[in-house]
């Protein structure tokens, strides 16, 4: 009965704005119907309580009972306790009533590893060469097989139950996360692990049929939100690779569901010109914290006075997270700009280039898909709805005077004019009017040269906001570095193609330097600092790395008859974008030597300042971070200087 009584005032209380355009109001759902896991007096105990360093760490442990016994166990103590148990009384609970995390998985060794894929004896560089080996030879050590014991007892676990093994991120993801899988199915393919793939796949496939579509991750406490779509894109790699046309046959439908799911929740309507056109936001609808920053978001929502509010912070924390920049400036709104903290978020106001430039390739996809298996009608049809979503992702996100596609603000009704790689992804999904191609590069060319990007010479920077979110200065991440290069080579336009060979370049070099210094891939990189990890954010460095691994696998793959060692590419400064946007190195006269040598001068005060960032983030955000804290120490670094009053 008190375990009942106090799950309904747990969820009474919940309310949070319907949407970023609407003061209306309704109680939402919890993140997922577990009790334990998501939402609850029992999870806010332990969660508040600082067990552990990360709060994924309680939310991924497995129940040694059943929950009906933990309850009764948990309602003992705060009934001996008069609910207000001490924190080692806390942890004497978790330890008698859960397991370790990880303890959902058996040892697992893929049995279509192949020790020489073919790709490797393409790559012309022999240090390259054997580093792509060795890349591949991860794999064996990201691959989770589930115990048959979570199929039997789901309600035991946090995980949710696949049938067929998965190849993880790494580091603190135990499970598959959605959009990582893209990059590593990538990464598969080349390493001709068909069988691998396929079994990836059936359990996204067996997801959608189960949710309607597929979570951010595989945690039940992920059940509400999801990530950019790449699902269809997945099945194209598999079935280019395969021509497995069966499996395509048979997942036809289940695909169609999925996409489905993004425009029957989460499309909207923005006017241009008169017309109104459909586009897709990352909006979430569930209420309460994120289970597995549980701590850090109810830090965070301290600031605010009503409950409404902090349901609405909470909804903005959870969109943000299913656009997989968790966290980032990109999602801050603050008197029409960029500017300010995570109090600031406002995902939901947002219509993102990415996302839409995605939807179109899936629509793109899907006719193709139904085209190939004899359906003209529904052929005919996603043909129809990917060109009204080109026109809508041109007419209200490409800006011709700026020279590139912006993300646009709803509740302002402006468009957000800062420097994102995400500004490029319809280069990289072909949505754009492909018979002008040369309008759209020249354009694009010379806004690229106006950011200045290329003065970076560990990656492109994911902002050019430094606010201490891992999602912007000076951290390079391997999805965004994949989209403009290959969004800039496959426009078959010469000059683009040079600047994508040298963002390739970098990008290899960067990660090889890391790699052969601490044998160890990053999920991240500093911009700043060839071959310098990435720093801020919730968690510490996470090292594997699943996207990390299959983004340099294929750029060496595909520039494996260019890219070698021997090169002093990495000693040369910046290039600058030429008249037609080609990426040169010119030391020809003395203005041009001047040039240079600035263009050195500018690196190497960005080289120091990262090496600073990073020694600062090392030394305050370290194993004994919660020292300079003591109250209210959130995981949010941004936050550290409110007054929570």
Request: aromatic share 14%; net charge negative.
């Amino acid at each position: 009965m008190f375990r009942n009584i106090t799950i309904i005032l747990a969820f009474l209380v919940t309310n949070a704005l319907c949407s970023s355009a609407s003061e209306h109001t309704e109680k939402l759902p919890p993140p997922c119907d577990n009790d334990i896991y998501c939402y609850g007096p029992l999870l806010h105990a332990v969660q508040m309580a600082s067990l552990f360093p990360d709060s994924k760490t309680f939310v991924d442990m497995k129940l040694k009972h059943t929950p009906d016994t933990t309850w009764r166990m948990f309602n003992e103590l705060m009934n001996q306790t008069e609910n207000r148990p001490s924190r080692s009384e806390l942890e004497q609970f978790v330890n008698e009533t859960f397991d370790e995390a990880g303890s959902e998985f058996e040892d697992w060794s893929p049995s279509d590893w192949v020790e020489s894929p073919r790709f490797l004896s393409k790559i012309k560089d022999k240090n390259f060469q054997e580093w792509a080996s060795q890349l591949n030879a991860l794999w064996k050590f990201l691959g989770r097989k589930m115990k048959d014991d979570v199929r039997l007892h789901q309600d035991q676990y946090s995980i949710i139950y696949v049938p067929h093994p998965v190849i993880v991120p790494g580091g603190r993801f135990r499970e598959f996360y959605y959009w990582d899988s893209y990059w590593i199915i990538r990464g598969l393919i080349l390493s001709e692990m068909f069988h691998t793939v396929k079994g990836m796949l059936g359990n996204f496939l067996s997801i959608v049929e189960e949710y309607g579509f597929i979570p951010n991750g595989g945690r039940v406490y992920y059940a509400m939100r999801s990530q950019p779509p790449l699902l269809i894109p997945m099945v194209k790699s598999y079935i280019d690779a395969t021509n497995d046309l069966q499996f395509l046959n048979e997942s036809i439908d289940t695909l169609e569901k999925e996409f489905l799911f993004w425009m029957n929740n989460r499309t909207t309507k923005v006017e241009k010109d008169g017309q109104f056109y459909n586009l897709c936001q990352f909006k979430e609808f569930s209420s309460g914290p994120r289970p597995e920053s549980y701590r850090e978001d109810v830090t965070s929502a301290q600031i605010f006075r009503s409950e409404v509010e902090k349901e609405a912070h909470y909804s903005e924390l959870k969109s943000a997270a299913e656009s997989g920049w968790d966290f980032s400036s990109r999602w801050f709104v603050l008197n029409g700009t960029n500017k300010g903290n995570l109090t600031n978020l406002k995902a939901r106001s947002i219509v993102p280039v990415d996302l839409n430039a995605i939807i179109y390739w899936n629509a793109d996809l899907l006719s193709q898909f139904y085209n190939t298996l004899g359906q003209g009608n529904k052929s005919l049809h996603y043909s129809n709805v990917a060109k009204e979503w080109l026109e809508a992702v041109t007419k209200v996100l490409w800006h011709d005077e700026v020279g590139v596609w912006l993300d646009y603000d709803i509740s302002n009704e402006i468009k957000r004019d800062y420097f994102y790689p995400s500004n490029l992804s319809p280069l990289w999904t072909g949505c754009y009017n492909q018979s002008d191609t040369e309008h759209y590069i020249s354009k694009v060319m010379k806004y690229l040269e106006k950011t200045q990007i290329m003065v970076n010479l560990g990656g492109i920077p994911t902002t050019l906001e430094h606010s201490g979110e891992q999602w912007d200065y000076p951290n390079a991440w391997p999805p965004l570095q994949y989209i403009m290069i290959m969004g800039l080579h496959s426009t078959n336009d010469k000059w683009a193609q040079d600047l994508a060979y040298e963002m390739t370049e970098r990008w290899v070099r960067a990660n090889f330097k890391a790699f052969n210094e601490t044998h160890a891939m990053y999920e991240k990189y500093d911009a700043t600092v060839p071959g310098g990890h990435g720093g801020g954010g919730e968690y510490e460095i996470q090292l594997g790395f699943g996207w990390t691994n299959g983004v340099i696998m294929e750029l060496l793959d595909k520039f494996s008859d260019r890219l070698s060692l021997e090169d002093k590419f990495v000693d040369l400064p910046a290039p600058q974008v030429g008249a037609r946007g080609a990426a040169t190195h010119s030391f020809s006269t003395p203005a041009q030597i001047f040039t240079g040598l600035l263009a050195i001068t500018v690196t190497l005060a960005a080289g120091i300042i990262g090496v600073v960032i990073y020694k600062r983030r090392h030394q305050a955000y370290g194993s004994d971070r919660r020292q300079l804290c003591p109250k209210l120490c959130s995981g949010y670094m941004e936050l550290k200087d409110l007054a929570f009053d």
